[in-house]
């Protein structure tokens, strides 16, 4: 396993224009200026290299799933029957393929190998989903299913270390 590269050292307005960013990608550049109390391009400048340093990696817009008519949420817990990197690697490209999926985590302490966060329209939907894709991925030993009743955090900011 590969060590992590240390976080860059950011000094405040660094940490300050990923506090904003995160929360309000859309922002202009001219209000997230003002905001961290920089002029124009030096603000641009610092968000420039915090991109190219790979630490943002991305902007997106948030959609509200039940908007688009998907009103159940689970979460699974998959067993694979050999843990080789094979068997791991198929299984992960299978379900990076399935658009309900949100999530794909390879987990350890559980009696799991992955917890899956799916995304479907109704129970209909997603038994389609488990027992006519996941669960005919090669490998796929086992699935457990918890459902979410209710989203009490649903974040994804990332607080900016010291």
């Known amino acids: 396993m590969t060590k992590q590269p240390a976080p860059p050292a950011l000094d405040r307005y660094d940490r300050h224009i990923l506090e904003i960013l995160q929360r309000e990608g859309r922002i202009s550049n001219q209000e997230l200026a003002d905001r961290i109390g920089l002029s124009p391009s030096p603000c641009l400048r610092r968000v420039r290299a915090l991109e190219e340093s790979g630490l943002i990696v991305g902007y997106r817009a948030r959609v509200d799933s039940r908007r688009l008519g998907y009103s159940l949420t689970a979460l699974l817990h998959i067993s694979m029957d050999r843990h ?12 990076a393929a399935l658009p309900q999926v949100q999530e794909c985590l390879l987990i350890t302490g559980q009696e799991a190998d992955y917890q899956l966060k799916v995304v479907v329209r109704d129970m209909d939907d997603y038994q389609n989903l488990l027992l006519n894709c996941i669960t005919r991925i090669e490998g796929v030993s086992g699935a457990h299913s918890s459902f979410v009743l209710r989203r009490v955090i649903d974040d994804t900011v990332l607080p900016a270390p010291e």
Do not use: S
């Not at 080789?84 to 379900?95: G, K």
């Open 84 to 95: 080789t990197p094979e068997r791991f690697a198929n299984f992960e490209a299978q379900v």
